[in-house]
């Protein structure tokens, strides 16, 4: 069973790479830009889109794992007082 999980992992593994790659691919016109008078350079549409996925995937959990954080702090602040 072991072997089939692995096959799927890596199959979807494979579909992913090659979905982003063609994403990379296709998303080559350049894109600037605008945000509060701050402009970024010409980039291609593709590596801005990708770049705030990534920037995103970090931020959230980041975001999660303080607000955890501050939860566990106050029930056990919570306990205490008890």
Same mark, same amino acid.
């Given at each position: 069973m072991s072997s089939?999980?692995?096959a799927v992992l890596v199959v979807f593994a494979l579909v992913v790479i090659f979905g982003?790659?063609?994403f990379i691919l296709e998303?080559?016109?350049p894109t600037s830009l605008v945000f509060l008078g701050w402009s970024?350079?010409?980039?291609? !549409?593709?590596l801005i889109v990708i770049g705030s996925l990534l920037l995103g995937m970090l931020i959230g959990p980041a975001m999660g794992f303080i607000a955890y954080k501050? *939860?566990? !702090?106050?029930? *056990?602040?919570?306990?205490?007082?008890?």
């Open positions: 089939v999980k692995r982003t790659m063609i998303n080559q016109q970024t350079p010409e980039l291609p !549409a593709s501050r *939860k566990s !702090a106050r029930l *056990k602040r919570n306990l205490v007082q008890s």
